[in-house]
């Protein structure tokens, strides 16, 4: 999102779906960007996680870290 209170609504979202996220800030093409992320976790609780997103119509993009 490129406003940080959207990004902070979609987590406290996710707050309420027991999905821990934070809200962090990047640059991207010279515009600040807000992208609310988990922190990082083993593959069957990231299987848990995106199964959760998905029954709630969240869109989620996986990262390898």
Excluded: F
Aim: charged share 20%; aromatic share 2%; proline share 3%.
């Amino acid at each position: 999102h490129d406003a940080l209170p959207i990004s902070e609504a979609q987590r406290a979202k996710l707050a309420l779906m027991g999905v821990n996220t934070q809200v962090v800030e990047v640059q991207s093409n010279g515009k600040t960007l807000y992208r609310v992320q988990t922190r990082s976790m083993d593959s069957k609780h990231a299987n848990q996680v995106r199964e959760t997103l998905q029954q709630n119509g969240v869109n989620s993009i996986p990262r390898k870290q």
